[in-house]
């Protein structure tokens, strides 16, 4: 057995911990993921698939060739009023039985409405085979994002965002839902992991207004939550630095990542996002001070 490998950045190193690969609707592969930002010189990644490990997974087996630290993570959907929250998981044990059971129901009733949508597009006069969304999205999990993506191929829209505002977003034509983990359930099962939930970014709840977030953030809270998203593509400096505020005062750490997903968000960028992102390594070092589990930089 190799000495487990030490991380401990001697100058400012940034990193990015919320990065979609092809296990779900990134096009990136897990390795490609790691080559990239080992060229960029991160400090530590996390990939953080929706509703599957299998990304995180495949990341963790190359850990030993690379510098660039890899960080277990996932980001699970729940509902939330009438929309969507998306709770990341760091530092999770991958071989959690209950977790794994869990994503198990999430990704089986994903599959059953991927099928609805079809039906429902195929009613509306714009056949998609679920052969065309399979050659999008290859061997991952398949989400909207693909179905998107087979829409456009086909030239039925002229974007990704076309085919979400006509079609695919939550209450279109071609919506159909799945089941979602509540945000209690997200939580829990992710502390169970040994794992420190965050909310990914706060600006996606679209609450009304500052105190109905921190209302919202204060509740997560009572459930487990451990940290917000502070640093995310799109947020800008004023954002970020109101959630850090919030952060501060609900006692709950931050952390921050591009969401990068490759072609579907071409714009956006591993470790920069939009060009100017720039998490540090010190979330790094709080998600581990924060981490159930015994933690050790070890290989997971
Ligand atoms: P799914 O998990 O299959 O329901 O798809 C959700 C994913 O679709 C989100 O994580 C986003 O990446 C993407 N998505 C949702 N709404 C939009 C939108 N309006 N435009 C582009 N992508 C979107
Ligand atoms: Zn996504
Ligand atoms: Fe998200
Ligand atoms: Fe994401």
Same mark, same amino acid.
């Given at each position: 057995m190799n000495a487990p490998r030490t991380h401990t950045p001697l100058k400012q190193t940034y990193v990015d911990l919320h990065i979609h690969s092809t296990a779900s609707d990134? +096009?990136?592969s897990p390795l490609e993921i790691i080559q990239i930002a080992e060229k960029a010189g991160l400090g530590a990644i996390a990939i953080t698939d929706h509703d599957t490990l299998e990304g995180s997974a495949e990341a963790l087996r190359y850990q030993? @060739? =690379?510098e660039v630290e890899i960080l277990p993570g996932i980001e699970i959907s729940a509902p939330f009023r009438s929309g969507t929250m998306h709770i990341l998981g760091y530092? *999770?044990?991958?071989?959690d039985v209950p977790l794994r059971e869990a994503l198990e129901v999430v990704q089986r009733s994903r599959a059953t409405r991927n099928l609805q949508i079809l039906a429902k597009l195929q009613n509306l006069g714009f056949e998609v085979t679920y052969d065309e969304v399979f050659q999008v999205a290859g061997e991952g999990q398949i989400g909207r994002p693909h179905i998107a993506q087979a829409l456009l191929r086909k030239r039925v829209v002229q974007s990704i965002e076309e085919a979400f505002v006509r079609f695919?977003?939550? @209450? @279109? /034509?071609?919506y159909a839902d799945r089941y979602r983990l509540e945000p209690a359930e997200a939580i829990q099962t992710i502390l169970h992991a040994g794992g420190v939930p965050v909310l990914a970014h /706060? +600006? +996606?709840?679209?609450? #009304?207004n500052e105190s109905d977030l921190e209302t919202v953030v204060a509740g997560l809270k009572e459930l487990g939550l451990k940290g *917000? #998203?502070? =640093?995310?593509?799109?947020? @800008?400096f004023a954002r970020t630095a109101q959630y850090k505020r919030l952060a501060h005062r609900q006692g709950l750490l931050v952390t921050g990542g591009t969401d990068f997903h490759g072609a579907i968000k071409p714009a956006v960028h591993i470790g920069v996002g939009n060009g100017d992102l720039r998490v540090p390594y010190t979330v790094v070092e709080e998600l581990k001070r924060a981490a159930t589990s015994s933690y050790r930089g070890k290989a997971y």
């Open positions: 990134g +096009s990136v030993q @060739g =690379y530092l *999770i044990r991958l071989d695919l977003k939550q @209450g @279109g /034509p071609a /706060p +600006s +996606s709840l679209h609450t #009304e *917000i #998203e502070a =640093y995310c593509t799109g947020h @800008g």
